[in-house]
């Protein structure tokens, strides 16, 4: 019986040893997972802000060249008065001196209506309305 008990403890010995080098086993495996997911998490935190960082540039960006294209549109629309206001002088101007020193009503009436079809084909515009965003003026 001594050697049936010696035989038993042998085998629970090895059976203890066999779990403890399984649990050694897992705890290393168990560290290494920890590891990675401690190295997962740093990347999304990093991804995250790098992300956000983006979205705060991108906004920026986005605004500037938003409001520096409202500027420039309201000041093509200022060119665009000015050149027309010089048409309608210019023309009123040519007019006036084309129908000489004692022009005829019937001078005065061709003069008229060419000088209002210029007016009205050369109009100001208003540019506090030109490119008006979303909710600025």
Known sequence: MTEYLKTAAEKAIHDLQDQVDHAQDSAARAET?????ETSANRW????????????????????????????????CRIGNDRAMGTVTVIDELVTLLEGPHPTAATKQKAADYEAYVAAHNPQRDCSHVYPGFWLP
């Open 33 to 37: 997972s920890a590891a990675r997911a």
């Open 45 to 76: 935190k990093k991804l995250t802000v790098g992300a956000l960082a983006l979205a705060v540039v991108v906004a920026v960006l986005g605004t500037w060249f938003f409001f520096g294209l409202r500027q420039q549109a309201r000041n093509s």
